[in-house]
């Protein structure tokens, strides 16, 4: 039994790294890569699946699941992300006065803080990290899902938390954002002009901890 059940385990984590791998892939492409009848992919990838570990759409495609994402996301701050964030975002907050976040997709439909450098103002938005939101609706959220606009960043105002304006741009690895960059302003100090004059140092950090990423990679 325990032979089997080891067994079930390795053919489990071939076929997660096939899908990651290929990025995207079907049962009948799953299957045909791992060598195994359809009927046992099928299963294992159910079991996976459950775990959210992958991702089915509705056309039948396999992707990365968030849990694996998270963790990816996770193992990758503890070793550089939240590293070669620090500067960035500490010039971020030194410029603009405001806390900055770092943030990865959670568990579920949610977005994770993993990192904070606070602002100077005397009012700030405090530590969440740790702490997860909601993707619907939130600017982390949305950069997550590839949904930044051309601007290079995105505002919502009283989403996640009354009275707080935030403002978020993707960091990139390889050619999806896997992390978000934010900024946490209270509303009342909210102008127009701020906001894109935030937005726009913002996005220039969050380029360049992607481009700090791209070079810690070759």
Known sequence: MAETSTRTVERALDLLGIVCDK????LAEAAREA???????LRLLRTVEASNWLTRDDAGTYRPGVRL???GAQAFSDNSLAELSRQPMQDLAAETGESVYLSVEGHGDTVLYISIVEGSHSVRHVSWVGHTIPVEGSAAGSVLQGKTPEEGYLVSE???EEDVTAISSPVYGGDRPIAAMSILVPTYRSTKQKTRSCGALLQHAASEVSRRLRTSSQ
């Not at 990025?23 to 079907?26: D, I, K, N």
């Not at 060598?35 to 992919?41: D, I, Q, R, Y």
């Open 35 to 41: 060598e195994l009848p359809v009927s046992t992919t």
């Open 23 to 26: 990025g995207a892939m079907t």
């Open 158 to 160: 009283n989403i996640v």
């Open 69 to 71: 994402i998270q963790v």
